[in-house]
């Protein structure tokens, strides 16, 4: 399902046959494959008595993981722990597996971050999508998205390898679907007054346009446009139209 086709973003849920979830999810050039099994058996050295552990594997598109990906898989592991209810689950694995598929054309001409931070938004949507379509109990769930600040006022959600080459600073933001910013990882020259307007635009891009403020983690205003949010909640209803089709059919 797209969000929009001025943001050139698509997913699709249940793609691989032999996972208990997966999902595929592309955005400006990047697209990822996830894949999530469990609860099953853990090694007896991870296991943890009253909840599940959880594993992130992150797979670059070409050649082994290294350095970068064990960042980024740290990053992932922090955020689902927050929306997995490993509880129910003791002495479990939950394993989720995220493989980049294919990066931007161009992405050789552009002298990209050393952490891989571009790469978090797409990789973050590709977990929570994954873990949607397995029957695994969520307390709430989640979008994330880049804002690139060029220093002279200008912020966008970024949506290319020339904004990102042109920012002086990049901020990935994941909000929970009750409002909560669950994570916050930035790199470069910025101040706090900087930091705020990201923050601020990237709640909007994933939560949508409120008509009142918010207070604290609840949302209090109706929204109007409802932005990843929305787009992700269409996406589920998208699949289960496609499930449930062959009752209709059958008639």
Not at 75 to 86: A, D, E, F, M, N
Not at 151 to 177: C, K, M, P, W
Not at 210 to 223: A, K, R, S, Y
């Amino acid at each position: 399902m797209s969000f929009g086709e001025e943001l050139e973003t698509f997913a699709d849920l249940s793609v691989l046959p032999n996972a208990d979830g997966s999902a595929v999810f592309s955005e400006y050039g990047y697209r990822v494959i996830g894949s999530v099994n469990g609860p099953i058996e853990v090694l007896r050295r991870d296991e943890i008595p009253d909840e599940a552990t959880i594993e992130v594997l992150v797979r670059p598109a070409n050649g082994i993981g290294g350095v970068c990906e064990r960042y980024l898989e740290g990053l992932i592991h922090s955020t689902l722990r927050h929306i997995i209810l490993v509880q129910n689950h003791p002495r479990t694995l939950i394993q989720v597996t995220l493989q980049i598929a294919a990066t931007p054309e161009n992405e050789d001409e552009y002298p990209l971050p050393v952490s891989g931070i571009q790469l978090l938004p797409a990789l973050l949507q590709t977990s929570i999508l994954a873990l949607l379509s397995t029957s695994l109990p969520l307390s709430m769930t989640f979008n994330a998205t880049a804002i690139a600040a060029n220093g002279q006022g200008d912020y966008r959600e970024l949506q290319g390898l020339r904004l990102l080459n042109e920012a002086t600073s990049i901020h990935v933001f994941a909000f929970s679907s009750h409002g909560g910013l669950l994570l916050a990882e930035s790199e470069g020259e910025f101040d706090l007054e900087v930091w705020t307007v990201c923050h601020d635009k990237a709640k909007i891009i994933c939560l949508g346009v409120q008509d009142e403020q918010t207070d604290g983690d609840e949302i209090m205003g109706g929204v109007k446009e409802d932005g990843k949010h929305g787009w992700i909640r269409r996406t589920l209803q998208a699949k289960v139209a496609r499930d449930q089709r062959w009752k209709y059919d059958a008639r």
